[in-house]
């Protein structure tokens, strides 16, 4: 059964709305899914409160759910996805595919703070802007992003990928202050400019400046080996997601590593 939400009232509170995922929902039957509870609140609210529920009757190998409206209010959405495919034709709020472990999240507008945050696995793309905190770490957790891919087609704010561990992160627009903060693997490509103390506590990884980079930082030092190889490897990958990033391949590059203030091995690849 594949399932289309169509948002009729906005919720005059937020919304733990984790509830709805496509594997989930797709094993009901519409007056079922019109009964699901959403945390809002000290309540659960049935979905019926704020959606009209369109359903077809399709024999899909891949569980699909799309919800349409501006879900500003609804935290949480995409939370945990571990199959399938879930679409948002709109904004969403806070926590947008966190905990992704596998599936695809499309958000249509934006997403607000700690999006695609602590995800394992899978594919989270917003083709507005991400808040802060974008493939990070919840508060009081060691780890921000353990794997899996963050696309975003506008801006990211401040922290973006702050104690990420594993995964790709593509940002076609500017990012915040602290880009890369505390980053220990992974690989972060933004085609925009970025705000202050970029690689902050940089442990490993890799940032690619794919567009205007900043001065690197006086606890960043040039890296003179050759890397010939591996760029290719890294900038093929890359170009696939378009923009700026298709020219990659063609370009030289110039390495720094760091943040040797915390005894980094971290690295800035700025293209020439």
Not at 173 to 180: D, H, I, M, N, P
């Amino acid at each position: 059964m594949r399932h289309r939400l169509l948002l009729r009232a906005t919720p005059s509170l937020r919304v733990d709305a984790r509830a709805l995922l496509p594997a989930a929902l797709s094993a009901l039957g519409r007056e079922e899914v019109l009964r699901v509870l959403l945390p809002c609140g000290r309540e659960g609210v049935p979905v019926g409160e704020w959606f009209e529920v369109l359903s077809q009757v399709l024999d899909d190998s891949l569980p699909c759910l799309t919800v349409e409206g501006d879900l500003g209010r609804f935290d949480f959405l995409g939370a945990a996805l571990s199959d399938g495919s879930l679409e948002v034709e709109g904004n969403v709020g806070d926590c947008a595919g966190l905990g992704m472990s596998g599936g695809e999240l499309r958000v249509q507008g934006s997403a607000r703070d700690l999006a695609g945050c602590a995800m394992s696995g899978g594919r989270l793309q917003v083709q507005g802007s991400v808040g802060d905190f974008a493939a990070g770490a919840l508060a009081g957790e060691m780890e921000g992003m353990r794997g899996g891919t963050l696309v975003v087609r506008g801006r990211a704010g401040a922290r973006l990928g702050d104690r990420m561990r594993r995964g790709t992160v593509v940002v076609h627009g500017e990012a915040g202050e602290f880009l890369g903060s505390r980053m220990v693997a992974g690989t972060i490509a933004i085609a925009g400019r970025c705000g202050a103390h970029a690689g902050w506590g940089m442990r490993r990884g890799t940032v690619v400046f794919a567009g205007d980079a900043p001065a690197p930082p006086a606890s960043f030092v040039p890296v003179r080996a050759e890397a010939e190889v591996f760029w290719q490897l890294l900038a093929r990958d890359l170009a696939g997601f378009g923009g700026v990033f298709e020219d990659l391949p063609r370009r030289n590059i110039a390495r720094w590593a760091g943040d040797l203030a915390v005894d980094g091995k971290g690295e800035w690849i700025l293209p020439r």
